[in-house]
């Protein structure tokens, strides 16, 4: 803090152009923020912490500035299609900053796989692969660039805060936003949304984590009490959490609809004030999700520090009131605003408030392809693939709009197309629940690649007609969709519509069938001992037929490893229908969500999801965690473990004749003291191999991920003990074991 005047002087500077840009141009609204006297504020001095400079700032507001900053200032645009104040940017929040301080409006976009809701003012966002998918790279750096790419494009529109960067683990494969989130696997999933926020941050955008905690379902999600131990929720959900903020120290935390142990999320004292705050040493702020508030008093007591979006009015004049009376101490509601504070000041929104310009579509779209090709799995390959662009004589495209687009996933991470639905042209931005595909259309690059074939397409509403179809061809390629949206979650794991029969019918006729799956998560796959090749391709983005092309015809190597388990079937999973969907009402037509009673969800599974809940089960999955074909083979040789440094070093070597990557990963077996009947992923890495060509990769194992958590000395701790080490290509497919021994 103590630092001379002159030097704070010098450093303003920079600053006072920043605010007067920020001033004269007004780049997040249409209006321009009042003019502040930056000379007079300190608090611009950049050579000061963000926490220095949030105090400053903090000392001299009143407390009507106190409270206009901890909560939204209404719906607004999500409710009406406009906003009522012209300073909103009209995204999913808005809340007024204190001009007479130089402390911007913070305006957010929902920007989960890009930034939602750009038609309402003609603007352009690029659609990204969908989370589930990009998982699927295990690549740190391409879920860099994926954040990056949204944090570019929200400075280009004037925004200054994402909401996105969902990180629940998918406990329930028919969660209907799944495709929002990073998979099953807390290391995996956190490590994914951390280096994702972590390039939003890069691109001076403040960022939000989201839905904390347990919002692993959509059915019954603003009345469901999920029940599930400490000791569970630290080793699986709140442990993705924990590696995300660790990395990427993120602006804000979204807290959850749905009730944890009898308590609100968003006024529960064990998952924001102690987990969150004390143990994860948070230092940004509580927002709400959309009318996840409850209460006044308890809800700021227990850790929220800001309502959103606003309308319902605990935070506004009930929190001045309790403040006032005493019932919330001034040094709670100051806490509330440093946080928010602090994160403007980190992020840069202060010193670098975003400037609208033209969002670069053509870049957007490269490195969107760029993520889809890393992201698309190879399930099944009885040798079908690549194809020979020369050889084909004929391909018959088969469904899902192949003709025109791909599909895109709904509710709040909904993307706007470019030129409207690409399935359903008509004017206006596309309505909640709606299927909504992306003109990137599978046919013409496909037809781009296969110069010498007769590439057809048959929209697959007739079953007999495609089968006919099916038989005069050499190839069939069929494409099948699950819409997912926030809201509702998928009845069953089965593919809508009969499209099993769609698939069995066009199988029988032509058995050199390939199916692309494009899926908002796991499927059953009934048929598929009867095709010829698998790629799921999720929703894979504006770039996604081109990336779908590259790797059909071979000139992209297939690398992605599967970011969530898929079952044999319902009756393999921890709770074989989707709880409490049995009770829920129809869909409604207003809202797309299902009446529910309150209920109870004992997640009795604890922290074995996804493939550690197959593993101690002895369930056959249908493909395991971690699995995907590559059009080259590779092998694993010589691990060896060292104690002291807790590595563990391997070579894996491209055996085939072609280049491509593998991503090499690292299982632990914990001491038996721990009485955990599954391994962990600890570690993985993407190797690219040229034909041939071996490396020699060490991984390091971080401590927290082979550890257990201590619930009375509320701490995680390492076991003494023989702890087996397994490398390999997937969760099941590990052939090289070690061991670590700790001491
Ligand atoms: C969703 C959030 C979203 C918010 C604002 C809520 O319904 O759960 O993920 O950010 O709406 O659109």
New binding site residues.
Partial sequence: MARSESSAGLQLLPLVIAVAALVAFSPVAGTAQAKADVSMMPWMNQGLSPDERADMVLREMTLDEKIQLVHGDGWGV?RKCSFDDPRSNLG??FTHGIDRLGIPDINLA?SAVGIRMAALQSRYATLLPSGIGAACSWDPDAAFLYGSVIGRELRAQGFNMS?GG?VNIMREPRNGRNFEYAGEDPVLAGTTVGQLMKGLKSQRVMSDI??YALNDQETGRTVVNVQLDHKAMRESDLLAFEIAIGIAKPSGV?CS?NLVEGDWACENDYLLNHVLKKNFDFKGWVVS??GATHSTVKAALAGLDQEMPGDDNYFNQPLKQAVESGKVPMSRLDDMVHRILRSMFDAGVVDFPPVRTVVDPFRGREDAQHIAEESIVLLKNDGVLPLEATSTKSILLIGSHADVGVLSGGG?AQVDAPGGNAANPRPGPSLWGEPVYFPSSPLKFIREHATKANVQYNDGKDHGEAARMARSADLVILFTNQPMS?GQDAPTLALPDDQDGLIEGVAAANPNTIVVLETGGPVTMPWVSKVKGILEMWYPGIGGAQALANILFGEVNPSGKLSASFAKSEADLPHPAVPGLETAGAIDSDDQHRKVKPFDLPYTEGARVGYKWFESTGKEPLFPFGFGLSYTTFAYSDLTVDDAARTAKFTVKNTGSREGTEVAQLYASLPSAAKEKYERLVAFQRVKLAPGESKTITLSMNPTFLSVFDTEKDAWQLLPGDYKILAGASSQETPLQSTLHVR
């Fill in positions: 999500l999913a929040g929902d909401i969902g989201k839905h979204m609809y999700d959309w709040s926030e």
